[in-house]
């Protein structure tokens, strides 16, 4: 059902935010008609050409992985060559060098591959001093017999297996945790969404008005800090948003080739802010990625804690192994996160979720919770299939979601206040 999200998000009651699943479920427009034609007909032999998907982060190495594809290359190396481009970036702050630290300022970086050929898997937690957390994860499957490491573990293999030892908190990032620690966020310590006797506090429930003044305010004081922090200019905007908006970033891709080989890889710095030690999903084989070239690989971006709790990726390969499309299975994933909230709108608005689907045959489907993004953008995903291309994805629920943890009186619609940085493709 098309809607308008703002006259959504403005007029929407508790009750009717989303609680019909079925009413509100697939946005029928996106992608219809592709859709349609590749799903008429049955799951058939490998493609004629490559294809590749990614979350849309994935934009700037996509280019590298596919032309690795075209020559022979292997699709693991193809999927790390497109999170390794983001990772040695110290402006993207959701992986590698420059990702945003934990609550104590340190960055810790995850990671998990699977190589569909060889039917092997490899992945990293909380990796401290190594940028390339994709390649220690591919280095972890490909030179020992476990399938992951983690921590000072995982950084010592890494010196061993010659990774240079890489300071990953750059200054933009570190400014952006001073300013955040010094507002006195909320943290991720308290019981969370998924605690039976978590309540969302009740000056979010219902949502209150949109109050443009408070956040005017809010982001004044902020400014006010970051200027006695030394924030220089140009990051101000930045900074301020990330302390505002803690963010989720990470990249996912997935590859098949004409030989059906595929494979898939997942990389991040996790949530903003965490608590030390925590891993998401994105290093865990079976909910941040998983492939099976029997049948298709998937991968994960979003609330990490959400899709552990229904091993997403692992999920969907196996509701497309029952014979589910690349977009069902991954709506299907979606719904029991919904489930596991009860439907609940007062707490699925913190959940945030993205799959992409890819299936032996080169179908695929990328699929989101919600319709946008928390800074009102409509959530796509990344497409190569010989012509690289962004794609709208199909949602459970208009809208877009709130950063968690709650934070005290956060309007439930946040004013448009443009991007501090031009977004990347
Ligand atoms: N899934 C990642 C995590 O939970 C974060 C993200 O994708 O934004 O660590």
Redesign the pocket.
Same mark, same amino acid.
């Given at each position: 059902m098309a809607m308008d999200r703002r006259n959504f998000l403005t007029t929407a009651t508790l009750a009717s935010l989303g609680l019909t699943l079925e009413a509100q479920d697939i946005n029928q427009k996106d992608g219809r008609a592709a859709d349609a034609k590749r799903e008429a007909s049955a799951v058939g032999g490998p493609p004629s050409k490559p294809v590749m998907i990614s +979350?849309r982060n994935g934009w700037n190495g996509m280019d590298k992985g596919y032309q690795m594809l075209l020559e022979g290359g292997d699709t693991l190396d193809a999927v790390i060559a497109v999170g390794k481009t983001q990772e040695d970036d110290p402006n993207d702050d +959701?992986v590698g060098l420059g990702g945003l630290p934990n609550e104590e300022g340190g960055v810790e970086l995850?990671s998990c591959c699977m190589h569909g050929p060889t039917r092997r898997a490899g992945a990293v937690g909380g990796v401290r001093w190594t940028k390339n957390a994709s390649l220690l994860a591919q280095a972890v499957m490909q030179h020992t017999a476990h399938v992951m490491l983690v921590g000072e573990g995982a950084d010592r293999f890494a010196r061993a297996m010659g990774f240079p030892k890489d300071e990953l908190l750059t200054e933009r990032s570190r400014k952006a945790w001073l300013l955040w620690k010094e507002s006195h966020r909320d943290s991720w310590w308290g019981p969370g969404l998924s605690d039976p006797n978590y309540r969302v506090p009740p000056d979010l429930q219902p949502p209150p008005p949109p109050s443009a003044q408070w956040w005017e305010q809010k982001r004044r004081e902020l400014e006010e800090l970051a200027a006695e922090l030394a924030i220089p200019l140009e990051w101000r905007g930045h900074c301020i948003d990330r302390v505002l908006f803690p =963010? &989720?970033?990470?990249i &996912?891709c997935s590859a098949v080739t004409p030989k059906g080989e595929m494979s898939g890889m =997942?990389t =991040?710095?996790?949530?903003a802010w965490?608590i030390p030690g925590?891993?998401?999903? +994105?290093p865990i084989i079976g909910a941040?990625s998983f492939t099976d070239q029997d049948v298709g690989s998937a991968g994960?971006?979003? +609330?990490?804690?959400e899709?552990i709790r229904v091993a997403g990726a692992h999920t969907i390969v196996e509701n497309m192994r029952h014979g589910m499309t690349p977009r069902e299975a991954g709506l299907d994933a979606l719904k029991r996160i919904a489930r596991n909230y009860r439907h609940n709108p007062a707490k699925l608005r913190y959940v945030?979720m993205?799959y992409y689907v890819l299936r032996k045959d080169g179908a695929y489907a990328g699929v989101s919770l919600w319709s946008h993004t928390a800074s009102d953008k409509r959530r796509q995903f990344l497409v190569h299939d010989g012509s690289k291309r962004l794609e709208d994805m199909p949602y459970l629920f208009a809208g877009g979601p709130l950063s968690f943890p709650p934070q005290a009186r956060e309007p439930f619609q946040r004013p448009n206040y443009g991007p501090s940085q031009p977004e990347k493709k």
């Amino acid at each position: 059902m098309a809607m308008d999200r703002r006259n959504f998000l403005t007029t929407a009651t508790l009750a009717s935010l989303g609680l019909t699943l079925e009413a509100q479920d697939i946005n029928q427009k996106d992608g219809r008609a592709a859709d349609a034609k590749r799903e008429a007909s049955a799951v058939g032999g490998p493609p004629s050409k490559p294809v590749m998907i990614s +979350s849309r982060n994935g934009w700037n190495g996509m280019d590298k992985g596919y032309q690795m594809l075209l020559e022979g290359g292997d699709t693991l190396d193809a999927v790390i060559a497109v999170g390794k481009t983001q990772e040695d970036d110290p402006n993207d702050d +959701s992986v590698g060098l420059g990702g945003l630290p934990n609550e104590e300022g340190g960055v810790e970086l995850d990671s998990c591959c699977m190589h569909g050929p060889t039917r092997r898997a490899g992945a990293v937690g909380g990796v401290r001093w190594t940028k390339n957390a994709s390649l220690l994860a591919q280095a972890v499957m490909q030179h020992t017999a476990h399938v992951m490491l983690v921590g000072e573990g995982a950084d010592r293999f890494a010196r061993a297996m010659g990774f240079p030892k890489d300071e990953l908190l750059t200054e933009r990032s570190r400014k952006a945790w001073l300013l955040w620690k010094e507002s006195h966020r909320d943290s991720w310590w308290g019981p969370g969404l998924s605690d039976p006797n978590y309540r969302v506090p009740p000056d979010l429930q219902p949502p209150p008005p949109p109050s443009a003044q408070w956040w005017e305010q809010k982001r004044r004081e902020l400014e006010e800090l970051a200027a006695e922090l030394a924030i220089p200019l140009e990051w101000r905007g930045h900074c301020i948003d990330r302390v505002l908006f803690p =963010t &989720h970033g990470t990249i &996912h891709c997935s590859a098949v080739t004409p030989k059906g080989e595929m494979s898939g890889m =997942t990389t =991040t710095c996790g949530l903003a802010w965490k608590i030390p030690g925590r891993c998401g999903d +994105s290093p865990i084989i079976g909910a941040g990625s998983f492939t099976d070239q029997d049948v298709g690989s998937a991968g994960a971006t979003g +609330s990490g804690e959400e899709n552990i709790r229904v091993a997403g990726a692992h999920t969907i390969v196996e509701n497309m192994r029952h014979g589910m499309t690349p977009r069902e299975a991954g709506l299907d994933a979606l719904k029991r996160i919904a489930r596991n909230y009860r439907h609940n709108p007062a707490k699925l608005r913190y959940v945030d979720m993205q799959y992409y689907v890819l299936r032996k045959d080169g179908a695929y489907a990328g699929v989101s919770l919600w319709s946008h993004t928390a800074s009102d953008k409509r959530r796509q995903f990344l497409v190569h299939d010989g012509s690289k291309r962004l794609e709208d994805m199909p949602y459970l629920f208009a809208g877009g979601p709130l950063s968690f943890p709650p934070q005290a009186r956060e309007p439930f619609q946040r004013p448009n206040y443009g991007p501090s940085q031009p977004e990347k493709k």
